[in-house]
C-alpha cells in the first residue's frame, strides 16, 4: 500500500471517529433532555401525575387545581391520568411512568415491605370518604360488616384501598378474609352496573357514585367513611387517605418542583374551606356531574368534610392505617414499618 493511500484512509478513518464523537455527545445531550423532561425537574419539564379515578371526589383537588389555573401560576407543566384504582396508579408510579399519584397513603407502607421507598408530600384527606352500600336485594341479610360472610363485594381493584378496607372492616367484626370475596368492578357506572345485576352484594364506593345510587335507589349505606366521625366510628381512629405520593428519590432529586407542587395543592385546599360545595362543583369539568349537577353538588358536600385544609398529616393518622393494615395484611403483619418514612411535611409546612 502507498504512503499517499495509506494517509488517505488514516483520514477517512479519523474523520469516521471524530463524527461518531460528535453523534455521541449529541444523544448524550439528547438523552439528558428527555431524561430532565421525564424526570419533571428540568426547565419546562412536564411531570405527569396518576390519579386514582379522576373524576372521584375524594381526589377532586386535582383537577380543581388545574380548572383554578394554580399549576399555571407555578409555572409548572402537569399532565393529569387516570386510572379507575388505586393500585394500578401505584404501579404505573414504581414502573417510573409517572412521576407522582394522587391516591390512598395506606399505599406507602405497603410499598415499604415490598422495599420500595414512597412518601407522601401533601395530605389531602384524613379519612378515607368512603362508603360501604348493599343492593335493596340483599340488604336484609347485610346489615353491617358481621354479615360479610358468603356475600361479593365490590371493590375497585384488588390490591386497592377500598379492598384494604373493606378486608379490615369484615376481620373487626369478626370474619375472616376467606370467608367473603372481593370483586373487581371498578367504580361509578361499572360499579352501579354490578350492584344492580347482583354480581356484587354490595361493596364500597365514593362519591359521586354513592350519591347516585342512594338517589336512584339502587341500595342504602351501611358504614359511611366520608366525615371524622365516621372514620373514627369505623376504624378507631382518622385515616389519611388522598394524598399526592411520590418516589422519595425523586423528592430529593426534585424539591423545588415538589414544593411548587405542594404549593398548589394547600392553594387549593385552602380555596375548597372558602367556598360552597356549589362553587365548588361548578368549577369542575360538567360530565362528571353524571346524575345532575344538583346531585354532584351534594355529593361534593356529603364528602367535604374528609379534606384538610393545610395539606398537613393528621398526627395519629398513620398509626391508625398502620394498625388497619396489619389486622388483615400478612406483608405487614410481622414487618417494622417505619411510618416517619411514609410521608413528609417539609413541603407542606413552608407552603403554609
Known amino acids: 500500500m502507498s504512503r499517499r493511500t495509506l494517509t488517505t484512509k488514516l483520514t477517512a478513518a479519523t474523520a469516521v471517529i ?34 386514582g379515578g379522576i373524576d372521584k371526589v375524594i381526589y377532586l383537588p386535582a383537577m380543581l387545581a388545574q380548572r383554578l389555573g394554580y399549576f399555571k401560576d407555578e409555572g409548572l407543566n402537569i399532565e393529569l391520568l387516570s386510572e379507575p384504582a388505586g393500585i394500578d396508579a401505584t404501579t404505573s408510579l414504581v414502573a417510573g411512568n409517572v412521576q407522582g399519584v394522587v391516591g390512598f397513603y395506606d399505599h406507602t407502607l405497603d410499598l415499604q415491605t415490598k422495599g420500595k421507598q414512597v412518601e407522601s408530600v401533601v395530605q ?49 367484626d369478626g370474619v375472616s378474609t376467606d370467608k367473603f370475596t372481593n370483586v373487581a368492578v371498578g367504580a361509578g357506572q361499572t360499579f352501579i352496573s354490578a350492584l344492580k345485576k347482583g354480581s356484587i352484594d354490595g361493596g364500597m364506593t365514593t362519591d ?51 414544593q411548587k407542587l405542594a404549593k398548589v395543592f394547600v392553594r ?14 361548578a368549577k369542575m369539568p360538567s360530565d362528571y356531574a353524571q346524575g345532575g349537577e344538583g346531585l354532584y353538588a351534594q355529593a361534593i358536600d356529603s364528602t367535604l368534610p374528609m379534606f384538610t385544609q393545610d395539606g398537613r398529616m393528621p398526627a395519629d393518622g ?9 389486622s388483615f395484611n400478612p406483608n405487614l403483619k410481622n414487618a417494622t414499618i417505619d411510618l416517619k418514612k411514609t410521608y413528609t411535611t417539609e413541603f407542606t409546612d413552608k407552603a403554609n
Open 18 to 51: 471524530a463524527a461518531l464523537a460528535a453523534l455521541s455527545g449529541c444523544a448524550d445531550e439528547v438523552s439528558s433532555k428527555a431524561a430532565d423532561g421525564a424526570g419533571g425537574g428540568g426547565k419546562g419539564g412536564k411531570v405527569k401525575i396518576m390519579v
Open 208 to 258: 359521586p357514585t354513592v350519591a347516585q345510587i342512594l338517589d336512584k335507589k339502587l341500595g342504602k349505606a351501611v358504614v359511611d367513611m366520608r366525615t371524622p366521625e365516621g372514620s373514627k366510628k369505623a376504624l378507631g381512629g382518622l385515616y389519611p387517605s388522598s394524598s399526592l405520593y411520590m418516589n422519595t428519590d425523586w423528592v430529593n432529586g426534585h424539591k423545588d418542583t415538589v
Open 268 to 281: 387549593t385546599l385552602k380555596w375548597m374551606s372558602a367556598h360552597s360545595a356549589k362553587e365548588i362543583a
Open 124 to 172: 389531602l384527606a384524613r379519612t378515607p370518604g368512603e362508603v360501604e352500600v348493599v343492593s335493596n336485594k340483599a340488604a336484609g341479610g347485610l346489615k353491617s360488616p358481621k354479615d360479610f360472610a358468603g356475600k361479593k363485594l365490590g371493590v375497585t381493584g384488588l390490591g386497592s384501598s377500598t379492598d384494604f378496607l373493606t378486608k379490615y372492616l369484615g376481620v373487626h
Open 318 to 326: 398513620p398509626a391508625t392505617v398502620q394498625r388497619v393494615l396489619k
